[in-house]
Structures are given as C-alpha cells and as structure tokens.
C-alpha cells in the first residue's frame, strides 16, 4: 500500500528583529505573524502532517524578550494543534530553546507535539502515524552537549565533528520516511559578506544520500538545491526580507508530499512579503522627492535611497517625510555614465546592479589591482550570458 507524507518545511523566521535600526528602526513582528498565519492556513487546508523548522526561529541570540517568546510559542503550539513540529536549532537560536522544548514536551497534550532537535537521531510519529526518521545537524554549541574539546581546538576540530556526523548519517539506516535536517550553508552557496568565524560550509558530496528529504536553513534565498544523486533538497528560506541584500530574494515556504515508492512532488507557497526596492538618484532634490512621493504613494513595500550628491542636505528630510516607507538613504559613489534618465531633470539608477557592486567593493578594496580580476569576472559572465 502507498504510504505518503506531507511536509510543511519553514525556517529563519527571525522573532523579535528590528531592520534598519541606525535609520528608521521597523519592527518587523507584524510582517513575520501575518506570513506565519498564511503558512498555518495552507497548512491546515492542506492537512499537512509533519512541520519542519530548520532554524532561527529566534533573531537574539542572548535576549529575545518576553513578547518575542510569546510569538514563538504560540506559533509552535498553533502548528502543533494541526501535526507535529520539529524544530532544528539555528546560529541565532536562544539558548533556551533546548529546555523550551523539555518544558513543552511536559506540560499540555498538544505541546507534546513539538521536539525541538539536538544532535542525535530521532524518530517522530507524524499526524496519520507516519514513523519518520529525523537525522539532525544543528548550529553547533555547547548547550546541546559537546564536548568542550570540540570547541576548545578550533574551527578545524568542528568541521572534523560535522564530517564525521555526515558520514555517520550517509550509513545511517533508513526509517519508513527519513529526512535530514540542517542549518548550515553549502559550499558554492556562499552569500557575499558572510560572517567569518564559527561559519559551517559543509562540501555537498557529504550530504546523506538515501534519505526521502533534505530540510536546510541558514541561507535566506528560497532555493532548490539540485545535484546528481542528491535526493530532494530546499533551504526554505527566510519569511520576510531582512533587509536589502535580499531585494530580490523568493520567499515563501515549501510543501512537500514524500510517496513510499519514492515518487516525491514539492510546492512552493508564495507567502507574499513586503517588496524591497532600491532608488538612486544622482542628486538628491526636491525633483526627487516629489517622485519618491509618489512612488511610495502606490508602493507597499520598504525603500532604500542612494544617491551620489546632496547639495541642499535633504536625506533626513527625506526620511522623516516618507517615515514608514523609505527606511534608508545613504550616499554612494558611482560613475555618471552609469546612471540612467527618468523625467526631466531628474535622474536615478535602475536597483543596484550585483557587478557594479562587485567592481566597486574590489576597486575600492584594491585599487589599481582590482582590474585583472574585474575583467575576468566581467568576462566569465559574459560567457555564461551568451551560452
């Protein structure tokens, strides 16, 4: 007889964070609560029965506050009236969130439903009895039991850990459905400006093979992850767009229904978040104002301005007049042939393109020397287009 299992697979929520709080500080609860509500609607519509979160649930580490918990719970016991939630713990995790979860599996029916991961394989029963196999690979800290030794030798001995966990789940036996969760981020997939330190790049051959899915987070991008051999794969991503770097990031959540004779099928739920977009002026006037004004008017999303001169010293004016709207301006330095006309008199850039960027940070960076690499990133782009 088939047997199926449908997944609900969501991460990075980030509770409790305040985007661009140097300018115009926006708590962004109300934008994550209504994208959530979207999600448990689907869901219950659905009738999902198995909840994936792959972590960062949480965006302070140390200090969520009470209201930011309050969110968190009530959010995993909303989705724990409808299945079983399974919570993998993220770099951005409180700390608490490991005798959270004893807590919940002590106290109401319902709040038994929610297993929070540590490093160890567990198995779940799903909403219809499905037995499912979950084999977890955390942000790593001492709080879920390690050795201090791991720590204390270093980012060498950590990676050594992760790659010996890997290997250990790449001969793992199979449940009735196995899933492989992880927050980490996959060589190749490297964001630019990803923090250094404690960052985990796991090498793709290591990923278990033999399981029915694989459940990341940590990277915002909604993305599929496709390689030969590789079963199922999909960072969830993140539910809003933390901030500009993500302008054009897919959001949303993942849907996925795993068939016992392996014919597996994914749906992406498109969660609707706020729009991002990117002005840039080369030169901040009342011209300019008027036509953010306007944009704005019709925009429902959050706005950044750049801009290569400010003669009349409009930037907090403009931020003060379009309060709620536009929640950055900053100046830039670009070149003028770079810009392009709309309207008369005034001029603005398309949003910042990912080369022009790429040119400046490395020309900035180092000088003179930075025009072999540009050119041959520039040309190794150009291949690619012209494939």
Same mark, same amino acid.
């Given at each position: 007889m088939l047997k199926t299992l449908k997944i609900l697979h969501t991460s990075d929520w980030h509770f409790g964070i305040e985007s661009w709080s140097q300018t115009v500080p926006t708590d962004r609860t109300?934008?994550?609560?209504?994208?959530?509500?979207?999600?448990?609607?689907?869901?219950?519509r659905e009738e999902v029965d198995l909840f994936l979160i792959t972590g960062d649930v949480f965006h302070s580490r140390t200090n969520p506050g009470v209201d930011t918990i309050r969110h968190v719970l009530g959010y995993l016991t909303k989705m724990a009236k409808?299945?079983?939630?399974?919570?993998?713990?993220?770099?951005?995790?409180?700390?608490?969130?490991?005798?959270?979860?004893?807590?919940?599996?002590e106290t109401t029916p319902v709040s038994s439903n929610v297993v929070v991961l540590g490093i160890d394989p567990v198995e779940v029963e799903a909403r219809r009895g499905q037995k499912v196999k979950i084999l977890p690979?955390?942000?790593?800290?001492?709080?879920?039991?390690?050795?201090?030794?791991? *720590?204390?030798? /270093?980012?060498?001995?950590?990676?050594? %850990?992760? $790659? #010996? &966990?890997? +290997?250990?789940?790449?001969?793992?036996?199979?449940?009735?459905?196995?899933?492989?969760?992880?927050?980490?981020?996959?060589?190749?997939?490297?964001?630019?400006?990803?923090?250094?330190?404690?960052?985990?790049?796991?090498?793709?051959?290591?990923?278990?093979?033999s399981v029915d899915y694989i459940a990341l987070g940590h990277i915002h991008e909604l993305r599929r992850v496709e390689e030969r051999g590789l079963p199922l794969? *999909?960072?969830? /991503?993140?539910?809003?767009?933390?901030? %500009?770097? $993500? #302008? &054009?990031? +897919?959001?949303?959540?993942?849907?996925?229904?795993?068939?016992?004779?392996?014919?597996?099928?994914?749906?992406?739920?498109?969660?609707?978040?706020?729009?991002?977009?990117?002005?840039?002026?080369?030169?901040?006037?009342?011209?300019?104002l008027e036509q953010l004004e306007r944009t704005c008017g019709v925009f429902d999303g959050y706005v950044r301005v750049q801009y290569l001169e400010d003669p009349k010293g409009l930037a907090?004016?403009?931020?003060?007049?379009?309060?709620?709207?536009?929640?950055?301006? #900053?100046?830039? +330095?670009?070149?003028?042939?770079?810009?392009?006309?709309i309207g008369e008199g005034s001029e603005e850039l398309r949003p910042t393109n990912l080369m022009d960027l790429y040119k400046e940070f490395v020309r900035e960076k180092y000088g003179e020397q930075a025009n072999d690499l540009v050119n041959l990133v520039g040309g190794m782009l150009k291949e690619v287009e012209e494939r």
């Open positions: 109300p934008e994550i609560c209504s994208i959530l509500n979207k999600i448990l609607e689907v869901s219950e409808i299945a079983p939630v399974v919570v993998l713990l993220g770099n951005h995790d409180w700390k608490g969130m490991i005798p959270l979860g004893r807590f919940l599996k690979l955390p942000y790593l800290d001492k709080g879920l039991g390690l050795e201090d030794r791991v *720590f204390a030798e /270093g980012e060498r001995r950590i990676n050594e %850990f992760v $790659e #010996e &966990k890997l +290997r250990e789940y790449r001969e793992t036996s199979r449940g009735e459905f196995t899933v492989f969760m992880g927050h980490f981020t996959l060589r190749g997939l490297e964001p630019p400006g990803m923090e250094t330190g404690r960052e985990i790049i796991v090498p793709r051959e290591l990923l278990p093979t794969t *999909f960072y969830a /991503g993140s539910l809003v767009r933390l901030d %500009f770097s $993500e #302008e &054009k990031d +897919r959001k949303g959540a993942v849907l996925v229904t795993l068939r016992s004779n392996g014919d597996h099928t994914y749906e992406i739920l498109d969660t609707s978040p706020k729009p991002l977009k990117t002005f840039v002026f080369e030169r901040l006037d009342y011209k300019a907090l004016e403009l931020l003060n007049r379009l309060r709620g709207k536009v929640v950055k301006v #900053e100046m830039v +330095r670009k070149r003028r042939q770079e810009l392009a006309s």
